[in-house]
């Protein structure tokens, strides 16, 4: 069986540069075998007679990329993607999805969790979500564009040349108080190094926490920002009972409020670092690698949540301390 198919979920708000970045994935000369999925959803519904009979257009361009529009549900044009590349029709080892400028990228995420073939066959690797930095201010006012920024693995602010240095800074820190663990990176008209796109690794369970978790001290200001990010610490060994009982009633009554949520955990009476993710109730845990002889044994979790329930999160945690 070959190893599945790395996806990266490329999401931002209308006019972010979302059509910029996948022209230049498209186009540019990078010897990557990328297949990339444009979505060209409708809420009212196209128009069929105009289609045709094919909900799925798929060409492969002259770089050996492969592009594929879709007027229809993802899972379908996933499953179509699989037939063509077994069948020998078309040739990829990435897969990159663009979604629309007004989407949550929860239930494109969740797709890779519930389908059972689907996650054998591809293999989620990264939330990349594009901001840009001329028009962040009226983006941000809306909830589902900090939704986009809170699921992000990694954030990319375009259109930086049309801001000055304040303006920028502001937005990299109110970005940074929305998600604390997403690495900021500016990409010039659609281009940037493929790295910082690619094998991200944000769904990965093991004991990186993003490479990005930003710990640098973000001013506690009055935010109007719905989602934001909280990050906890504790030297103290935690019980495991306590800890599956601890997140276990915090998915139970905030899971849909969490959207992503990430850590690494000292466990009592265990050499092994115990690591979990996860994106609103569908979540992991499994055992890492041992601590190293003398290297401090810190728990460190990281909740990037929709009207976070910081109380209720800080209480729960004080009490895992004992």
């Known amino acids: 069986m070959s190893s599945p198919i790395p996806v990266t979920i ?23 075998k990328i297949a990339v999925i444009e979505n060209e959803f409708s809420d009212a519904g196209i128009d069929t007679q105009l289609l045709g009979d094919e909900p799925v257009q798929v060409m492969t361009l ?46 494109v995420a969740q797709t890779f969790f519930i389908d059972e073939e689907l996650r054998e066959r591809y293999l989620l690797d990264g939330i990349i979500t594009l901001v840009d930095a001329a028009h962040a201010d009226i983006h941000l006012q809306q909830t589902i564009a900090q939704a986009q920024i809170g699921f992000a693995d990694r ?20 970005l940074t108080r929305i998600n604390r663990r997403a690495p900021i990176r500016v990409v010039e008209h659609g ?9 991200v690794r944000g769904f990965n369970l093991n004991a990186d926490l993003g490479g990005g978790l930003s710990l640098r001290p973000v001013q506690p200001a009055k935010s109007a920002d719905r989602i934001s990010s909280l990050v906890l610490r504790t030297d103290t060994p935690l019980d495991i009972d306590s800890l599956s009982a601890f997140m276990n009633e915090l998915l139970e009554e905030h899971g849909q409020q969490l959207l992503r949520y990430k850590g690494v955990l000292n466990i009592a009476g265990e050499d092994r670092r115990l690591v979990f993710q996860g994106v609103l109730k ?33 209480e729960g945690f004080a009490r895992l301390e004992g």
């Open 10 to 32: 490329l999401s931002g708000f209308l006019g972010a540069g979302k059509t910029t970045l996948l022209r230049h994935l498209l186009k540019a000369e990078h010897g990557l």
């Open 62 to 107: 002259s770089n050996g990329c492969v592009c594929c529009t879709i007027h229809t549900d993802l899972t379908k044009a996933l499953y179509l993607l699989l037939e063509r590349l077994d069948s020998g029709e078309i040739a990829f080892d990435r897969l990159v999805i663009e979604c629309t400028g007004l989407a949550d990228p929860a239930p």
């Open 155 to 174: 954030l990319l602010v375009s259109k930086r040349d049309l801001v000055d240095d304040a303006t920028f800074d502001a937005l990299c820190e109110r």
């Open 191 to 199: 281009r940037i190094d493929l790295a910082e796109l690619l094998d």
């Open 282 to 314: 569908l979540y992991g845990f499994d055992w890492d690698t041992e601590w190293a002889e003398g290297e401090p044994r810190e728990s460190v979790m990281v909740f990037i949540a929709d009207d976070l329930p910081e109380t209720k999160i800080r």
